[in-house]
């Protein structure tokens, strides 16, 4: 493990907070994103191990009315992906993704301005991601 590897898995990272989805992001925010994003990159953690948890936030962001009961599902999804990681650094991250985003699935109870929040929050941190040199 280099030294900028174990700095990432080392890196507390600050919570994501539950009130992000009752209220518009501030720059505050937008840092929050990024060094979860960053900080997933640098821990080896791969889009695809995030694509099908990102799949179905689309999904259901496509069709809200017919298929928000799938909303509180997102949650074991996650801890599913993160479970399934094959490198301890990447799934150490994945582990710390889910625990700060199952709060804030839980608290959407199928609403859709909340969802909305929810959907930006996570593209905002794959972005990130993918700006660190996150791979596919």
Known sequence: MTHSSQNASNQQLRP???DLLNRNFNADDIDIFKSWG???ARSNV???Q???F???LK???ADFERLNNRIIFLDPQLAYAAARADKNEAKNKLKELHKALSPLIRSIHEDKNKYKRFV???EAIIAYHKAEGGES
């Open 16 to 18: 994501i907070p539950l």
């Open 38 to 40: 960053s900080n997933l």
């Open 46 to 48: 791969k889009m695809t």
């Open 50 to 52: 995030l694509r099908k």
């Open 54 to 56: 990102f799949s179905e």
């Open 59 to 61: 999904r259901i962001e």
């Open 120 to 122: 930006r929050i996570f």
